[in-house]
């Protein structure tokens, strides 16, 4: 099956410094792809690259088999959503006029007719029903960040690129908005969220792609990137990885550091 969204060779400078280098990554219909690593790995960077937000210094991007540069921009806006970790609003719209604003790209276009329809079904989605007419200046963290992930499921586009979309939430609603964006690529659709929480990543991945240093140093399912050498070297951290009892991957930190520095740290 060929790839909705193909990426080769993505470089990218910010300051004289290499922050991906030569990075390769497909994505399939159906499939949910998870960007893991260390802060500065270059995960965020990467899905800018991806969403066409950010010009690599090398590589190219294909959305549907055609390079990603070609695609107008409205076209672009309905087939790819894009989530990134700064959603502040500075005005006090209430959240039902912020997710509205994820029906944006659909306007003067036939699919326009499923605005209230999608707007509904994304209040829902994020869990904001209930202070949906409430300014989202005046919502918590949390709530915000909930508003934001409506907004932009109310997109309803094929592609969905997220960015840390759990980072601000509790246990429950990490767990409601991935398994919501879980449900959308098992109908078709595809995604590449961004996570920090491991154990998260191994629960919703088709597959991990764990970067370091702006390289990819792993890409396939959880069982097999989540080898806790590899995490260990990488994250510079004791990490062990078990099976649960219903079989499901735990991610473990152990609580001491390593008794050793890592080339270039000090002792």
Same mark, same amino acid.
């Given at each position: 099956?060929?790839?909705?969204?193909?990426?080769?060779?993505?470089?990218?400078?910010?300051?004289?410094?290499?922050?991906?280098?030569?990075?390769?990554?497909?994505?399939?219909?159906?499939?949910?792809?998870?960007?893991?690593?260390?802060?500065?790995?270059?995960?965020?960077?990467?899905?800018?690259?991806?969403?066409?937000?950010?010009?690599?210094?090398?590589?190219?991007?294909?959305?549907?088999?055609?390079?990603l540069t070609s695609w107008p921009v409205?076209?672009?806006?309905?087939?790819?959503?894009?989530?990134?970790?700064?959603?502040?609003?500075?005005?006090?719209?209430?959240?039902?006029?912020?997710?509205?604003m994820g029906r944006a790209p659909w306007?003067?276009?036939?699919?326009?007719?499923?605005?209230?329809? %999608? +707007?509904?079904?994304?209040?829902?989605? /994020?869990?904001?029903? !209930?202070? =949906? #007419? &409430?300014?989202?200046?005046?919502?918590? @963290?949390?709530?915000?960040?909930r508003a934001a992930f409506a907004r932009?499921?109310?997109?309803?586009?094929?592609?969905?690129?997220?960015?840390?979309?759990?980072?601000?939430?509790?246990?429950?609603?990490?767990?409601?908005?991935?398994?919501?964006?879980?449900?959308?690529?098992?109908?078709?659709?595809? %995604? +590449?969220?961004?996570?920090?929480?491991? /154990?998260?990543?191994? !629960?919703? =991945? #088709? &597959?991990?792609?764990?970067?370091?240093? @702006?390289?990819?140093?792993?890409?396939?399912?959880?069982?097999?990137?989540?080898?806790?050498?590899?995490?260990?070297?990488?994250?510079?951290?004791?990490?062990?990885?078990?099976?649960?009892?219903?079989?499901?991957?735990?991610?473990?930190?152990?609580?001491?550091?390593?008794?050793?520095?890592?080339?270039?740290?000090?002792?």
């Open positions: 099956m060929s790839p909705v969204l193909r990426a080769r060779g993505i470089s990218v400078d910010v300051g004289g410094r290499r922050v991906l280098d030569a990075v390769d990554l497909d994505l399939a219909a159906g499939e949910m792809v998870v960007l893991v690593g260390p802060n500065g790995a270059g995960k965020s960077t990467l899905l800018s690259v991806l969403a066409g937000d950010r010009v690599p210094a090398a590589g190219s991007v294909e959305l549907e088999g055609a390079p409205a076209d672009r806006a309905r087939r790819r959503s894009v989530l990134t970790q700064n959603n502040e609003v500075s005005f006090p719209f209430i959240v039902r006029d912020v997710v509205r306007r003067r276009h036939a699919a326009a007719s499923r605005d209230d329809a %999608a +707007v509904a079904e994304a209040l829902v989605a /994020g869990e904001v029903q !209930a202070f =949906a #007419d &409430r300014p989202v200046t005046g919502l918590s @963290g949390g709530e915000r960040a932009s499921y109310a997109q309803e586009c094929g592609i969905a690129l997220l960015d840390e979309p759990t980072a601000s939430l509790d246990i429950r609603h990490q767990h409601r908005v991935l398994a919501r964006t879980r449900d959308r690529v098992d109908a078709g659709g595809s %995604a +590449v969220v961004v996570l920090h929480d491991l /154990g998260l990543a191994a !629960a919703y =991945a #088709d &597959r991990i792609a764990l970067l370091e240093h @702006g390289r990819l140093v792993a890409d396939g399912p959880p069982r097999d990137v989540l080898d806790p050498d590899l995490l260990t070297r990488v994250y510079r951290h004791p990490i062990d990885v078990v099976v649960g009892p219903r079989g499901a991957l735990l991610v473990v930190a152990d609580s001491a550091p390593l008794p050793f520095p890592f080339p270039g740290e000090l002792p």
